[in-house]
């Protein structure tokens, strides 16, 4: 199973919007409605921000946003502040037998 | 609260073995899947191996299949994974990680801190 295809950087000033991609392919991403979107500080463990393509978990900023068309879902990070700063993955399941991960993207607050 | 809490990293030879260890708590652990996640120095997340709540059914990535045995005790709320013939490329942090769901891999909502295990000759 082939990792999903993130952007290796994104960047923004504060207040601005941004928007990471995701693309898998139909056996994935196109397949299920189940695309989880991960926040990775340095050194920390990950930390659930979007789950089911559109889900956010209590205590997770109404900032971010997930949506998939096709093959490619997509988190937007809106208003964006320093915290924000961090490396975000992508994650689908696949096939009712196994979950892949996207390489993962860095999000620079300028 | 629910926590993770992993064990058993350290420092193995290169054709060795290694048994991790996870402490669950703050939810009813038979009724979600766990899965193990593991991310190497400098690099992004990859899914290892997966569990259902009861532990009859695994999953495995091909990376890791007839070499990784992943099992669970339920009546001690503890998650395991055994890790056999290890390689250099082996080496990464190892995190534990609860499902939303119970019979499949489908969606990580929580992660424990990570347990680090390297692989040297």
């Known amino acids: 199973q082939s990792a999903l295809t993130q952007p290796a950087s994104v960047s923004g000033s504060p207040g601005q919007s941004i928007t990471i991609s995701c693309t898998g392919t139909?056996?994935?991403?196109?397949?299920?409605?189940?695309v989880s979107w991960y926040q990775q500080h340095p050194d920390k463990a990950p930390k659930l921000m979007i789950y089911?393509?559109?889900k956010r978990p209590s205590g997770v900023s109404n900032r971010f946003s997930g949506s998939k068309s096709g093959n490619t879902a997509s988190l937007t990070i809106s208003g964006l502040q320093a915290e924000d700063e961090a490396h975000y993955y992508c994650?689908?399941?696949?096939?009712?037998?196994?979950?892949?991960f996207g390489g993962g993207t860095k999000l620079t607050v300028l | 609260e629910v926590q993770l809490l992993e064990s058993g990293g350290g420092l193995v030879q290169t054709g060795g073995s290694l048994r991790l260890s996870c402490a669950a708590s703050g939810f009813n652990f038979d009724r979600y899947a766990m899965s193990w996640v593991r991310q190497a120095p400098g690099k992004g997340l990859e899914w290892v191996s997966a569990i259902s709540g009861s532990g009859g059914t695994t999953y495995y990535a091909d990376a890791v299949k007839g070499r990784c045995t992943i099992s669970r005790d339920n009546s001690q709320n503890t998650l395991y994974l055994q890790m056999n013939s290890l390689r250099a490329d082996d080496t990464a942090v190892y995190y534990c990680a609860k499902d939303k769901w119970e019979l499949l891999p489908k969606s990580i909502d929580y992660w424990g801190q990570g347990t680090l295990v390297t692989v040297s000759s």
């Open positions: 139909s056996s994935d991403v196109g397949s299920y409605n189940l």
């Open positions: 994650c689908s399941h696949v096939n009712k037998s196994s979950l892949v």
């Open positions: 089911e393509v559109t």
